[in-house]
């Protein structure tokens, strides 16, 4: 599924970083949209983060990736820029044309993106080793816990509502599979089971067949590092 690669209005950066789950939905959606951008590297971990420094902490005041500049526009939190690529450029949609299926998949992305993240992101993890001193076990032990009972809940959403079909709304990609493939990845890098979410995995699977979710892969970035 790959598309013709098309221009969206002025020019167009994304401040990333290869890793980002959040940076990762971002560039599935621009993939998706088929829009060409430039993509800037922000280095979370290197010299204490990049993302720390005076220049980017001026285009995100909040020290996070991604950052969509388009044209001078600057766009932070990835659910955000999202819903402004959907609507700036609404071809092909990655939200259902009625109000209550457009709820019901944002219901699934903020599960993700507001009770998934947040406890795994790396400022908490950092938080947790420097300033309360816990072991690396122990930061693993929360980090699986949080993920895998997160995961559990979006599983359940799916089967009790029976919308889901190849993907998580039926077969249409939508902006719920764009949170639920870079949270699988991040599960699978720190060893998440995944077993008890079958419906997750499949989707997720299926996903990452289509292009615009395999060029936007942290291993596919011009950032990417081994490991």
């Known amino acids: 599924m790959r598309r013709h690669e098309r221009r969206a209005p002025g020019e167009v950066k994304l401040y990333s970083y290869f890793r980002s789950s959040a940076a990762f939905r971002v560039r599935i959606a621009l993939n998706w949209k088929g829009l060409a951008h430039e993509t800037v590297a922000v280095h979370l971990l290197r010299g204490g983060g990049e993302q720390s420094s005076a220049d980017y902490l001026r285009a995100n005041p909040a020290g996070l990736v991604p950052v969509l500049d388009v044209d001078g526009t600057v766009l932070t939190q990835s659910l955000a820029i999202i819903e402004y690529l959907e609507e700036t450029c609404p071809e092909p949609p990655l939200l259902p044309p009625d109000a209550a299926s457009r709820a019901f998949v944002r219901s699934i992305a903020l599960s993700v993106a507001c009770e998934i993240h947040p406890l795994n992101n790396l400022r908490v993890l950092r938080y947790l080793v420097r300033d309360l001193e816990i072991g690396d076990a122990a930061k693993s032990a929360w980090y699986r816990h949080w993920v895998e009972s997160g995961l559990e809940q979006v599983e359940r959403m799916l089967s009790q509502r029976g919308l889901s079909g190849d993907f998580c709304f039926g077969d249409q990609v939508t902006i719920a599979d764009l949170f639920l493939v ?37 291993s596919a970035q011009p950032d990417a590092e081994p490991g």
């Open 182 to 218: 870079p949270q699988i990845f991040n599960a699978r890098r720190f060893d998440c089971r995944l077993d008890h979410v079958p419906t997750l995995t499949a989707i997720e699977q299926r996903c990452m067949a289509l292009d615009p979710f395999i060029r936007a892969q942290p």
